[in-house]
């Protein structure tokens, strides 16, 4: 089937909300090539899922489609409509599983080396998109705060050295009670500004008690989700002709209630955290990686004003000789390795900030927990600067603002 | 063709990259340099052999020959670049998946094969070309790889190739299993090195080096592999330890390593992604001292070592860094090659660009055979 045949009756599948957008928007679909729909139709079909940000974004791109003439949709897309499908493609059911299709595209660009041509059509998309977008800023500027190192006592290699060139680092910094001062920091914005998953609180372990109004994800309160996933893995596995993409697609496809989550009153954020450990690569072995990819999706996704970030230790890879005796017993921590892990992902979570909207104004900081070094960056902060001031975690806040 | 803007991108890393390497140790840019072949290659013997070693499931310039990732090659930049030819600008045109990857650059053609599938290459490989052209017998080309998904890597299912001709194939992880499982304790967690799925264990196809080979072939008893493999801490460690047992007891004169270890990148811990890197420059150095070490191979043996391709960029929001190598731009598709051996230049960095699949014409050309089907070219200033 091509977009061209589409009725609003093969969208009754879809979630309430996001059949009611496919109704509304059909003759835009209509309209666009194959090679593009389906990657449209992928955020559709979770729009009832989707957080108050991403469904800005889409309902704002739908209507610019909506917009365009058939003319100007010509332009907009011809050289997504110079790739070339395969029949197979064209008689995938991708309207009901757009997801698939879009992985079975992806082995076809490659297959037949037209990812570069794609990666092309998609970044000049983009480009049009965003230009008759203005992005819309933070009602406060964006903070996000990265804490490292939780339970590491001596580590003398240098800390931030991807960052340092962007900020201010501090090495005298008063420790006490620092963890409280940086959430409650969070919680003060979230009273001041409340805004639907407008500030978030991702431990990489056992999280603090923290207010309502703050969203939280923690790999511990996971363990159970972890735990039951890992299971339906293992037996997926086990089932003749399984292999690494039918497993991927299977996974994909696994909801809260599948892996023990009990209706709550936020599937939004049920949905969010299985997303995070389905679709996320070492996720559900390491906690570092669950907190980097929390915190890159979070971004990305939910477009926080706040977000603080805590990395705890994560299980130690086994050598191979280890290996080589009886399994069974619990797997130790790797606290300095955890360290080099979080150090990384605090400046990948510094990157992703920085994609979002209100870049100039945004503030960050990171600090070795328990530690005296951090390094802040804000419009207010000298850049590649060092600093031997004492100072404690709130006069620092301040300082960024 | 990979597009304007990825080639533009991809020069500039190899001009930073060519940069680094002549500042920090002290070599010399090929297009400055002006010698007769004819004079080189009087230095090359004629029983070569050659060595082909893949750096090991992706690593990017900046942890390893940028400035700041030389503290992570040290072995490399110490002990082999200054002795070798330095190729900075390697692009990798194809599928960015290992096994397809590696199948590439054994076949010379970008192959299209499903990565994760235990299937042959559809191209004749370099070891089907050396063995048929020259008649040489099985024992003389080797592959030795730990992850059980390349265990088809020897050879082709090309009608004119194909089974019969091609190398022969060790999975020293595969043999370990096999070598641990004869107790009643299942090793089968041994077998999982698909870091991109990892509970997932590679099914096998094609004829497996059996567990009783180790004694015939490599002279090696079962107790005493097992007793060795108690020491080492990697698969990639295993690799190099069935190599020198291989090197001892067969000096083959193709052999073939595919490293793995690197790819533990895709866990997402850098950790774990850095050791990996540094342990995969050490075991390169210790390969280079076996060759130099080893009567059969020391003074006649050309190394080439390579990565499959790189990983995808910090700065691509469609990637996640380090993890992976899914988003096709120019970081991940670039990378360098490195030559050392008799009649080489050393010292040497070349910035042309060089294609992923000219490394099978190469290797016909140092041990005379020709890679008919194959679409790359011999890179010249290695022969």
């Given at each position: 089937m091509l977009p061209r045949d589409l009725k609003p009756e093969l969208f009754a599948s879809y979630p309430p909300e996001a059949r009611k957008l496919a109704a509304k928007y059909i003759a835009a679909f209509q309209g666009l090539p194959l090679s593009f729909l389906p990657s449209l139709l992928r955020e559709v079909i979770d729009y009832d899922f989707k957080f108050p940000a991403e469904r800005r974004a889409l309902e704002q791109e739908l209507t610019k489609l909506a917009s365009l003439s058939p003319v100007e949709t010509g332009e907009w897309f011809q050289a997504f409509s110079a790739i070339k499908l395969s029949s197979k493609l064209e008689q995938f059911d991708w309207v009901n599983s757009p997801a698939q299709f879009v992985e079975q595209l992806s082995s076809h660009l490659w297959t037949t080396h037209q990812l570069d041509a794609f990666r092309k059509a998609a970044t000049e998309y983009a480009d049009r998109l965003g230009s008759g977008m203005a992005p819309e800023p933070p009602p406060l500027p964006r903070l996000g705060i990265t804490v490292i190192g939780r339970g590491v006592v001596n580590y003398s290699e240098p800390l931030f050295r991807k960052l340092r060139p962007q900020g201010a680092y501090f090495s005298r910094v008063r420790s006490e009670k620092g963890l409280q001062i940086l959430l409650t920091a969070v919680e003060s914005r979230a009273k001041t500004h409340p805004i639907p998953y407008g500030h978030w609180y991702i431990d990489g372990g056992q999280a603090l008690e923290h207010a309502a109004s703050v969203t939280g994800v923690s790999y511990a309160a996971l363990e159970p989700v972890r735990a039951a996933l890992l299971e339906k893995m293992r037996s997926e596995i086990a089932r003749p002709g399984m292999g690494p993409e039918m497993l991927r697609t299977v996974m994909a496809q696994l909801r809260p209630g599948d892996l023990g989550i009990a209706k709550s009153a936020d599937p939004v954020l049920d949905r969010f955290q299985v997303r995070l450990l389905t679709e996320g690569s070492g996720t559900q072995i390491f906690s570092t990686s669950f907190t980097q990819w929390a915190a890159r999706e979070a971004l990305r996704r939910a477009q926080p004003a706040s977000l603080l970030v805590r990395f705890g230790p994560r299980q130690r890879q086994k050598p191979m000789n280890e290996l080589l005796s009886p399994a069974g017993e619990k797997p130790e921590l790797d606290f300095v390795g955890s360290l080099v892990d979080a150090d990384m992902g605090a400046y990948y979570k510094w990157q992703n900030q920085q994609r979002q909207s209100g870049d100039d104004k945004a503030m960050f900081l990171v600090w070795f927990e328990d530690h005296s070094a951090a390094l802040a960056i804000s419009p207010t902060m000298p850049r590649g600067t060092e600093s031997n001031s004492e100072i404690d975690l709130a006069q620092l806040l301040a300082w960024m603002t | 063709?990979?597009?304007?803007?990825?080639?533009?991108?991809?020069?500039?890393?190899?001009?930073?990259?060519?940069?680094?390497?002549?500042?920090?140790?002290?070599?010399?840019?090929?297009?400055?340099?002006?010698?007769?072949?004819?004079?080189?290659?009087?230095?090359?013997?004629?029983?070569?052999?050659?060595?082909?070693?893949?750096?090991?499931?992706?690593?990017?310039?900046?942890?390893?020959?940028?400035?700041?990732?030389?503290?992570?090659?040290?072995?490399?930049?110490?002990?082999?670049?200054?002795?070798?030819?330095?190729?900075?600008?390697?692009?990798?045109?194809?599928?960015?998946?290992?096994?397809?990857?590696?199948?590439?650059?054994?076949?010379?053609?970008?192959?299209?094969?499903?990565?994760?599938?235990?299937?042959?290459?559809?191209?004749?490989?370099?070891?089907?070309?050396?063995?048929?052209?020259?008649?040489?017998?099985?024992?003389?080309?080797?592959?030795?790889?730990?992850?059980?998904?390349?265990?088809?890597?020897?050879?082709?299912?090309?009608?004119?190739?194909?089974?019969?001709?091609?190398?022969?194939?060790?999975?020293?992880?595969?043999?370990?299993?096999?070598?641990?499982?004869?107790?009643?304790?299942?090793?089968?967690?041994?077998?999982?090195?698909?870091?991109?799925?990892?509970?997932?264990?590679?099914?096998?196809?094609?004829?497996?080096?059996?567990?009783?080979?180790?004694?015939?072939?490599?002279?090696?008893?079962?107790?005493?592999?097992?007793?060795?493999?108690?020491?080492?801490?990697?698969?990639?460690?295993?690799?190099?330890?069935?190599?020198?047992q291989l090197m001892r007891q067969v000096a083959p004169s193709l052999l073939w390593i595919t490293m793995h270890d690197i790819d533990i990148a895709h866990a997402g811990a850098y950790s774990l992604y850095i050791e990996g890197i540094r342990r995969t420059d050490r075991l390169c150095a210790e390969l280079w001292k076996t060759i130099e070490q080893e009567p059969e191979y020391a003074g006649k043996t050309t190394l080439l070592i390579l990565p499959d391709f790189g990983r995808d960029a910090d700065n691509d929001s469609g990637g996640n860094g380090f993890q992976h190598h899914r988003t096709g731009d120019a970081l991940s598709r670039t990378t360098w090659l490195m030559a050392i051996g008799p009649g080489i230049r050393e010292g040497v960095v070349y910035d042309r660009a060089v294609d992923s699949v000219d490394l099978v014409p190469t290797l016909g050309a140092m041990l005379g055979f020709s890679a008919s089907l194959c679409r790359g070219k011999p890179i010249s200033e290695v022969l």
């Open positions: - | 063709m990979i597009n304007g803007q990825a080639s533009d991108a991809s020069r500039l890393l190899a001009s930073s990259r060519r940069d680094f390497l002549r500042s920090a140790a002290g070599l010399t840019l090929g297009s400055t340099m002006l010698g007769s072949p004819l004079a080189r290659a009087a230095n090359v013997p004629k029983k070569r052999k050659v060595i082909v070693v893949t750096f090991g499931g992706g690593a990017r310039d900046q942890e390893t020959f940028a400035p700041e990732g030389q503290e992570n090659v040290p072995n490399m930049m110490r002990e082999l670049i200054p002795r070798a030819a330095f190729f900075t600008q390697v692009v990798n045109q194809g599928i960015l998946g290992h096994y397809v990857a590696t199948a590439s650059l054994a076949t010379g053609v970008y192959e299209t094969i499903n990565n994760f599938a235990s299937l042959p290459p559809e191209h004749p490989t370099a070891f089907e070309y050396y063995r048929k052209d020259l008649r040489r017998p099985s024992s003389d080309a080797w592959v030795v790889a730990p992850s059980n998904g390349f265990n088809r890597i020897g050879e082709s299912s090309h009608r004119s190739y194909g089974p019969g001709l091609g190398a022969r194939v060790i999975l020293p992880k595969y043999l370990l299993k096999a070598a641990m499982s004869r107790g009643s304790t299942d090793y089968e967690h041994l077998l999982r090195d698909n870091y991109e799925t990892p509970y997932y264990t590679p099914e096998l196809g094609g004829s497996e080096f059996e567990l009783e080979q180790l004694e015939s072939i490599l002279k090696l008893s079962v107790d005493n592999f097992k007793v060795h493999a108690r020491t080492l801490s990697s698969p990639d460690e295993l690799s190099l330890y069935i190599v020198r």
